[in-house]
Nanobody, 125 residues
């Protein structure tokens, strides 16, 4: 059983930056692909970015491409999401998630077995 704890959310002005962190415990971090998802009230949770267990492959949603960067440090059991040029429409609760590595990077929400509690990101205009 993997426990995930996010941090780094907050209030930022449009154009600003935030870095989210997610620390994992209770399992072998290298056995999991990791993802960041986000959700706003009344909308489905959506993938922001995902990173292969080794860190050698990543995937971004179209809205994140070029502005967000997902990384991980397997020595610290931590993944990160660097978010630059934030826009008001990026306002959401951001969730860290872990999926057992299968050899193909997990992209679908249903592939992720473990979830953090979420961290609020609010971007003011």
């Amino acid at each position: 059983q993997v426990q995930l704890v996010e941090s780094g959310g907050g209030l930022v002005q449009a154009g600003g930056s935030l870095r989210l962190s997610c620390v994992a415990s209770g399992g072998d971090f290298k056995m999991y692909d990791m993802g960041w998802f986000r959700q706003t009230p009344g909308k489905e949770r959506e993938l922001v970015a995902a990173i292969f267990w080794s860190g050698y492959d990543t995937h971004y949603a179209d809205f994140a491409e070029g502005r967000f960067t997902v990384t991980r440090d397997n020595t610290k059991n931590t993944q990160y999401l660097q978010m630059n040029d934030l826009k008001p429409e990026d306002t959401a609760v951001y969730y860290c998630a872990a999926a057992w590595a299968t050899g193909n990077l997990a992209l679908a929400l249903s592939k992720y077995q473990f979830w953090g509690q979420g961290t609020q990101v609010t971007v003011s205009s």
